[in-house]
């Protein structure tokens, strides 16, 4: 039993006294601690030692006490166990030599064994959670398909992903069947995470508001919508796209236990697109946490009342970036905790 | 008087036999002409010589036969007419060696005389409108206070612009000033451009969707209306906000003629959004360009029967990209002149 389970309670819809708190990239650059590591272990070395990512994991919990931790990871692992070579350039970010671009390159992509491939994810999620000592639930976490697939053929970061979609939108059938491999991956990946101990799970859509909502049917949420119907009796799952405002109302019926939002929807919009019932998780601008610690107690404070405090989990919009000051983080935190309804 | 003026009339909400037809970045390099001309010119002798600015303006329109030309520009001259030095470097875009950080930099910015400072720009006007022998209108632009200043602070393009948002969230007091400085420097500059001739302006705000709605407010819309209310009543405005669709409510009220809307707002959310009685603009994925033409006329046609054939002008949903096929793009503007209702 977990003796914080606000979270869990959230994505339940339980009532609760006060939201629970956490936020994407907690584990990352912002802390002092994780920076100490990262100039020793480079990107997949942290990720593949187990006594390292745990450790990476809890760091944030440690300083600041969130109600859920998430495993340190990446999303471009998948890629990588799938015959794709995957770099973490420093200053540069993912880098992928040889993309995605023709359909013999498709068929060279394999579905691998992700029980064994992964293993040291696996036995990553066992450290953290012997760490965690049953305080505070464990998030796991893949990217969607479609993002994998705009990494996959772009080959690194972009604005637009416009080789990514040249490729989905001349070759059609190609591009499904590559989204299917990482659809049949993605699956067997997070029933081993929460074979592995996880609490919980989240789908990032980091690219899906890249897509028009048509598009995004096709070539994004159908994939997604397979795999919360393989999952969902196994752990609760969270659906995160980034700009996918337009989807909130077919998502909110999928089976998924919360949706996340980007700070551009309101709550009230939120709570509309999405029917009102279901569990919200997000929204504040990352770069928000600029502002000083006492407009951040008060925007975190105007954030809740507007969400309302139940079916709500209390996040940024997206990651936290990598400059944000300590204090403005503990503001952050501490204005959840302290927050009277 | 122009021979074809379905552009003007929709601009007006008069009822048309078919829905005029233009596309962001018309003028640029999808067109092998234009090429021609970017091998022997730099980007701003291309911008400041009159002649070669009208040349490119109305290339795509000889090609293609567009509803209406816009002229060759960019919204950077702004900037650069203000005291801030910008390049423009093949395959990076625009730098801007002399970033905004400091008061004392938005201090350095000047309000100039636009008139003779940017007299380029209105002598390439004549000669575009010279060339255009009254056949079809021309629009002239500007970007908004808020995404020139993205520009202006990140120093270049980003995918987040978080050094903008760091500076507007630190010292909003000097992030209020300069983008004063660029409405007033804006209005004079749109008056002029319309006194020189253009029969149309649109506002690009292609980065106003990276703020949440209330820091929308505050950073972009509030100076938006400014030059609307300074401008509409010498030319009709359009304002195209990427990414804006949560301000499309309060866009519709704001005496623009016209609303611009990207790809992931639908017709039916955009004209719900809008109120349903303001002409609108977009919204094809430029990347859906590069479907086969076949294709291509089926979405036009089922996106004029979305938007309705009135009140509606149909463009991309931001700007063209440089590699599509010229075959495509005609199939694009030719299924708008062939649509039957």
Excluded at 78 to 102: C, H, S, W
Excluded at 129 to 139: C, F, R, T, V
Excluded at 217 to 229: A, L
Aim: net charge neutral; glycine share 6%; aromatic share 10%.
């Amino acid at each position: 039993m977990l003796k914080n389970d606000l979270f869990l309670r959230a994505l339940k819809g339980q009532n609760v006294a006060r939201p629970p708190v956490w936020m994407m990239r907690q584990a990352g650059r912002y802390l002092p601690e994780f920076m100490e590591i990262k100039k020793k272990y480079d990107f997949f070395t942290r990720c593949r030692t187990p006594e390292l990512a745990s450790e990476i994991t809890i760091q944030p919990i440690r300083r600041f006490g969130m109600d859920a931790a998430v495993l340190f990871s990446d999303i471009l692992v998948i890629p990588q166990a799938m015959n794709v070579e995957v770099q973490m350039k420093p200053d540069f970010g993912p880098y992928l030599p040889k993309p995605i671009r023709t359909q013999r390159d498709v068929d060279n992509v394999i579905v691998p064994d992700i029980h064994s491939e992964l293993n040291y994810v696996y036995q990553a999620i066992q450290a953290s959670k012997e760490k965690l000592d049953n305080e505070i639930p464990l998030i796991g976490f893949a990217g969607s398909p479609w993002t994998l697939l705009c990494y996959m053929v772009q080959g690194q970061g972009s604005k637009t992903f416009d080789k990514a979609k040249e490729f989905c939108f001349t070759n059609p059938s190609g591009a499904h069947e590559l989204l299917q491999k990482l659809t049949d991956t993605t699956i067997e990946y997070l029933k081993a995470k929460i074979n592995a101990g996880v609490d919980a799970v989240q789908i990032f859509d980091s690219w899906g508001g890249l897509l028009s909502p048509t598009d995004y049917q096709e070539f994004s949420w159908k994939y997604i919508q397979q795999i919360i119907d393989a999952v969902k009796n196994h752990a609760p799952i969270i659906v995160f796209g980034k700009g996918c405002w337009f989807a909130l109302g077919e998502m909110s019926k999928s089976g998924a236990s919360a949706l996340g939002v980007d700070w551009t929807c309101s709550a009230r919009n939120a709570r509309y697109l999405s029917g009102g019932n279901i569990t919200l998780q997000g929204n504040l601008d990352p770069s928000r946490l600029f502002s000083s610690p006492s407009d951040i107690k008060k925007m975190v404070n105007e954030m809740i009342n507007d969400f309302g405090k139940d079916k709500y989990i209390v996040n940024l919009g997206h990651g936290i970036l990598p400059n944000i000051p300590l204090d403005n983080v503990k503001a952050f935190i501490d204005a959840v905790k302290e927050y009277k309804s």
